[in-house]
Structures are given as structure tokens and as C-alpha cells.
């Protein structure tokens, strides 16, 4: 009878995962394609072309650095922390790591949208040289604050196992930033005769108001299962009072490593916005420079991003489902999620490197007719997906196991020789030329 009590037990734990995975795919999914729809009506419209995703790119950078440190480190530590208290009977301790959480990434969010809103001048006319940034990083700032606190409302209800609410509030952020930036660009075009750096503007502040509305539904569904958390709160047991000093300490041990990876990646990504414009510079005019900046920005990065996405489902189930099965020592369902979730990772990133690869002509003709250029960029970042996507599982898994240094080690070694080859590669190339 225990046995089989045993069966049932885990049997409902991996429809669980199971099922959070599949929420967070199709939701993954909605959200990629409706980017793409407002990445591809960007792209294509008139005024607003390469040249105007070079601009909203190189905002994105510098606002995903801030986001990374508001943000990025967040659901996954919060999910941890919550979900090995929640293993173990300890609701309130659960409850009490997402309020202290909760007020401790809204001062780091403040600062962050502060910092981006009164710095956008300087890091758009010195750091980046594209003046014409400074407006949409401006729109960008308050997004900051939202996202920070939106996340850590994530984590928590992803350490609760509860993933819909995740992907619900992703995939409603995500169609009112596809509505809104389609109403917007078409408003600010009108009124300032498409202007491509208002239109920009426009485009980014769209992404402003949707993770409002992000924040908006958390809170709504938060208020309304208030009843039930408390009543766990109330049947609480192996409860262990720990101090607020105590508590956001190790909330920032757990989410400044995760952060550090994430923050690497990002510091990555800025290299090229740091880099690409000001060395195109000297060859060419600044326009054509901010447009060939846009083509690896505003397409390439869309479009080899889409997998990943699809990843994201199982990298984001991980850390709470291993965390909780370490906190009650079930190592087999820790080597079942782990093996399971690698070999569906192959199966998402291989197909999608090939394909990419054989038909990077076709698929930019086919879904930027207006500027499909950029064939040999996209061939060459494609390669990457595969490697990319088994890099984000198996940090999920490290990370959700407690090792959360080895992943940030690893991505620092990495970017150390990405900064390295491709400062390299651009100065070797100009000075041939």
C-alpha cells in the first residue's frame, strides 16, 4: 500500500511538470509569434525599416543589462527558495521570503528605471553614439520598476507550482505590446510625418505600458488567492523563523549568481551595440551604420531567439521541480527531469540550427520582403542555437540542484573569449580595409 501510495505520489508530481511545461510552450509559442507580427510590421513599414530597429536594439541592450539585474535572477532564485519551503510543509516561510523579496526588487527596480531614465542622454550620445536612442531608452525606464516586481510575483507562483500564472501574464503583456506598438507607431506616424525616431519612441513605450499590464493581472490573481495562501500559512509546519537580514542575504546569494549569467549574456549582446555602430562609422554614414546594426538586432536576434523561447518552458519548470524534489531527497525524479528535459532540448535546437542554416535566404525574403538582407549573419548566428539551448538547461538544472556558481564561472569563460575574438575580429577586418 505505501508503495503504491509512493506511485501515485510521484505520478501526480510528473503531470505536474508536465503539465506546467506544456502551459509554458504554448504560451512561449503565442508570445514568440505574436512578436514576430509586430517585429515583421516594423520592419516593413514605411519610415520605420532597419534602420528603426537599429535604434529600438540598441536601447534594448542597455535597458536588458538594468533588466537583468532587476529581474532576470529573480523568478528562478524566488521559485527555489519558495519551492524548497514549500517541499517541506514551511507555507509561511514561503510566503514571508516573497514579501521581504517582494520590497527588496522594487527599491533595486526604482533605482534601475531611475538610472535609465536620467542617464539615457549620456549613454546614447557618448556610449552608443546613436543620439536618436536617448528618446526610446527615456519610454523604456519605467519598465524596469514593473518587470522587477512582476518577476518576483512570478517566482513565487513557479515555486508554488503554480506555472499558469506565469504564462498567462507573459502572454497577455505580450499581446497588448504587439497591439499597442502596432496602434502607436501608426499614432506617432501620423503626428510627426513618420519620423523614425519618434516612431521608435512610440514603439518602446508600448513595451512600457505592457508589462503595466503584466504587473496588473499578477496582482489581480494574487488578491484573489490571498484566502487560500493563508489558509496554508495557517497549516504550516517545520516552520523556521529566520531574520530579514538573514532572509534577503539569501535571496541575493541565490539570485545574484543566476543574475551574473544572465548579466554576461546580456554584457555580450552589448559589445555589439558598444561596437558594430561606432567602427560601421568610419566606413560608412551613421544611418547606414545604425541600419546594418539593425539587420543583427531588429532580424537576426528575433529570429534565432525563437528557439530558445521554446526552451524556456522546460528551463523555467526546472528550478522549482528540482529544488523541491532536492529539499525531499528524490534524486530519481531529479535524474528524470534532468535526462527528459536534455534530450527534448535536442530535439527543439537541432532542427531549428539545420534549418536556419539551409534556408537563412528564403526565410528573411519570406518574412521581410521590404529588407530582406542579412543572409550570411543569419546562417552564421544560427549555429549557435543548439549549443544556446543546451547551455539554458543545463544552468536550469544546476541551478535548481544548488550549484548556482558553476553556470555564471562557465558563461564568464565564455564571454571573456567572445569580447576577446570579436574586438579582435573588427579591428583586423578595418585595418585590411
Known amino acids: 500500500m505505501a508503495d503504491t501510495a509512493e506511485?501515485?505520489?510521484?505520478?501526480?508530481?510528473?503531470?505536474?511538470?508536465?503539465?506546467?511545461?506544456?502551459?509554458?510552450?504554448?504560451?512561449?509559442?503565442?508570445?514568440?509569434?505574436?512578436?514576430?507580427?509586430?517585429?515583421?510590421?516594423?520592419?516593413?513599414?514605411?519610415?520605420?525599416?532597419?534602420?528603426?530597429?537599429?535604434?529600438?536594439?540598441?536601447?534594448?541592450?542597455?535597458?536588458?543589462?538594468?533588466?537583468?539585474?532587476?529581474?532576470?535572477?529573480?523568478?528562478?532564485?524566488?521559485?527555489?527558495?519558495?519551492?524548497?519551503?514549500?517541499?517541506?510543509?514551511?507555507?509561511k516561510g514561503a510566503y514571508r521570503i516573497f514579501k521581504i523579496a517582494f520590497a527588496t526588487f522594487a527599491v533595486i527596480g526604482l533605482i534601475g528605471s531611475l538610472m535609465l531614465f536620467f542617464g539615457a542622454g549620456l549613454i546614447?550620445?557618448?556610449?552608443?553614439?546613436?543620439?536618436?536612442?536617448?528618446?526610446?531608452?527615456?519610454?523604456?525606464?519605467?519598465?524596469?520598476f514593473f518587470v522587477a516586481i512582476s518577476s518576483v510575483m512570478r517566482g513565487y507562483f513557479n515555486g508554488r507550482q503554480n506555472l499558469k500564472v506565469t504564462a498567462r501574464s507573459q502572454t497577455l503583456e505580450q499581446i497588448f505590446k504587439t497591439t499597442l506598438t502596432i496602434i502607436l507607431v501608426e499614432i506617432v506616424a501620423i503626428i510627426s510625418n513618420t519620423s523614425t525616431v519618434w516612431m521608435a519612441g512610440g514603439a518602446t513605450l508600448a513595451t512600457t505600458l505592457a508589462t503595466f499590464v503584466g504587473f496588473g493581472y499578477l496582482y489581480l490573481f494574487y488578491k484573489t488567492r490571498r484566502k487560500e495562501i493563508a489558509s496554508e500559512i495557517r497549516e504550516t509546519v517545520n516552520?523556521?523563523?529566520?531574520?530579514?537580514?538573514?532572509?534577503?542575504?539569501?535571496?541575493?546569494?541565490?539570485?545574484?549568481?543566476?543574475?551574473?549569467?544572465?548579466?554576461?549574456?546580456?554584457?555580450?549582446?552589448?559589445?555589439?551595440?558598444?561596437?558594430?555602430?561606432?567602427?560601421?562609422?568610419?566606413?560608412?554614414?551613421?544611418?547606414?551604420?545604425?541600419?546594418?546594426?539593425?539587420?543583427?538586432?531588429?532580424?537576426?536576434?528575433?529570429?534565432?531567439?525563437?528557439?530558445l523561447s521554446f526552451n524556456v518552458a522546460f528551463a523555467t519548470a526546472l528550478v522549482p521541480a528540482i529544488s523541491a524534489a532536492k529539499a525531499i531527497k528524490d534524486y530519481k525524479s531529479i535524474k528524470q527531469k534532468s535526462t527528459f528535459t536534455l534530450l527534448m532540448s535536442m530535439l527543439i535546437g537541432l532542427p531549428?540550427?539545420?534549418?536556419?542554416?539551409?534556408?537563412?535566404?528564403?526565410?528573411?525574403?519570406?518574412?521581410?520582403?521590404?529588407?530582406?538582407?542579412?543572409?550570411?549573419?543569419?546562417?552564421?548566428?544560427?549555429?549557435?542555437?543548439?549549443?544556446?539551448?543546451?547551455?539554458?538547461?543545463?544552468?536550469?538544472?544546476?541551478?535548481?540542484?544548488g550549484k548556482l556558481r558553476v553556470p555564471a564561472i562557465a558563461l564568464g569563460c565564455r564571454c571573456d573569449c567572445q569580447i576577446d575574438f570579436k574586438l579582435n575580429f573588427s579591428s583586423n577586418t578595418f585595418n585590411r580595409c
Open 352 to 401: 531549428c540550427t539545420v534549418g536556419m542554416c539551409i534556408f537563412a535566404g528564403p526565410i528573411l525574403n519570406l518574412l521581410y520582403p521590404n529588407a530582406s538582407s542579412g543572409t550570411l549573419v543569419l546562417q552564421i548566428s544560427a549555429l549557435t542555437i543548439i549549443f544556446t539551448i543546451l547551455d539554458q538547461t543545463i544552468n536550469s538544472i544546476l541551478q535548481g540542484y
Open 239 to 307: 516552520y523556521k523563523y529566520e531574520r530579514v537580514r538573514n532572509i534577503v542575504k539569501k535571496i541575493l546569494l541565490v539570485s545574484i549568481p543566476i543574475a551574473l549569467t544572465a548579466i554576461m549574456s546580456s554584457l555580450n549582446k552589448n559589445i555589439d551595440s558598444f561596437t558594430v555602430v561606432r567602427s560601421l562609422k568610419e566606413f560608412m554614414s551613421e544611418d547606414m551604420a545604425v541600419t546594418q546594426y539593425g539587420i543583427l538586432g531588429g532580424k537576426v536576434d528575433t529570429l534565432t531567439s525563437l528557439p
Open 7 to 91: 506511485k501515485k505520489v510521484s505520478k501526480g508530481k510528473k503531470e505536474t511538470f508536465m503539465q506546467g511545461i506544456i502551459t509554458l510552450i504554448f504560451s512561449q509559442l503565442l508570445i514568440k509569434l505574436l512578436g514576430l507580427v509586430y517585429n515583421l510590421y516594423l520592419t516593413n513599414r514605411e519610415g520605420f525599416g532597419d534602420q528603426g530597429n537599429g535604434i529600438v536594439s540598441a536601447s534594448y541592450q542597455i535597458y536588458a543589462v538594468l533588466l537583468t539585474i532587476s529581474s532576470t535572477g529573480v523568478p528562478n532564485a524566488i521559485s527555489k527558495l519558495v519551492s524548497e519551503r514549500v517541499a517541506v510543509g514551511d507555507h
Open 124 to 144: 546614447a550620445n557618448q556610449w552608443l553614439q546613436i543620439p536618436d536612442a536617448e528618446m526610446t531608452m527615456v519610454a523604456l525606464s519605467p519598465a524596469v
